[in-house]
């Protein structure tokens, strides 16, 4: 199960649905409403800095554990409520 602050992967498909994308995401539920549902809710995160004015920039040295290969924007215009299924690689 996912938790509060895991990046994790998940598929997103391209706008025609020919293919899809491994794209990173930040969990943002907290962990109790990620026991009692299937879901999650999350916020894209993206490395290219010009992504957006509507974000903000964490890096490494932001997070408890893990790292980032490089500065990346948390996309506060981005989110999304998943099912947890959808993950392909866990934290």
């Known amino acids: ?3 509060r ?3 994790v992967l998940i598929p997103v498909p391209f706008t025609d649905l020919s293919s ?5 995401v930040i969990v943002i539920s907290n962990d109790s409403y990620n026991q009692k549902t299937e879901d999650m809710i999350v916020v894209a995160l993206t490395s290219n800095p010009e992504a957006t004015t509507y974000g903000f920039t964490v890096t490494s040295a932001d997070l408890a554990e893990g790292a980032l290969k490089r ?12 099912s947890q299924s959808m993950v392909l ?3």
């Open 89 to 91: 690689i866990p934290n």
């Open 71 to 82: 500065p990346s924007q948390v996309r506060v215009d981005k989110l999304f409520t998943l």
């Open 5 to 7: 602050g895991d990046i």
């Open 20 to 24: 899809q994308k491994q794209r990173p």
């Open 1 to 3: 199960m996912p938790k």
